[in-house]
């Protein structure tokens, strides 16, 4: 197969992999999915590396996937360990309690106003139970002579 073709793909898989990851990390708020997609990306640069390398024949980034792979393990650790931290204290995931994990006597600064979720039973219609005939108004009906 030609090497550049070869080459192209695997740096087409990296950049998508990346580019995956990068759409994933902005646009969730949820700390582990967040996670996941900054991995995502180290993986997609891992790729491109080795792709690199290959193409060029020598092991420079073999090497330095090798030295992403130990830094996305202690990367894991520490992430793990504070995700444990904040679900212990608040119950919930959401990247906006980091503001309540500060040293005593500091003020809390806030970008933006966390929303408060939407009520789950608000503006979704109701269905009638089984077995029961639900009411109709005389006007809805009254145009439609065979009902």
């Known amino acids: 197969m030609n090497e550049v073709a070869l080459l192209q ?17 902005l646009s969730r708020r949820n700390m582990i999915v967040m996670f996941i997609a900054l991995e995502m990306m180290m993986q997609g640069v ?3 590396l080795v792709a690199w390398s290959r193409f060029h024949n020598n092991f420079d980034g073999q090497m ?13 650790a520490i992430a793990l360990s504070l995700i444990l931290i904040l679900v ?9 309690f980091w503001q309540t ?15 408060e979720p939407p009520d789950p039973h608000g503006d979704w219609p109701h269905l009638t139970p089984a077995g029961v005939d639900p ?10 002579s065979r009902v």
């Open 135 to 144: 009411e109709l108004q005389p006007e809805q009906t009254g145009y439609r």
């Open 64 to 76: 330095l996937v090798i030295m992403i792979i130990a830094v996305a393990a202690c990367e894991a």
């Open 88 to 96: 212990r204290r608040s119950s919930n995931l959401d990247i906006a």
């Open 46 to 48: 891992a790729v491109s």
């Open 101 to 115: 994990l500060r040293e005593e006597g500091q003020e809390p600064t806030l970008d933006v106003e966390v929303p």
């Open 9 to 25: 793909n695997y740096l087409i898989v990296g950049g998508l992999l990346f580019a995956i990851g990068l759409l994933g990390f």
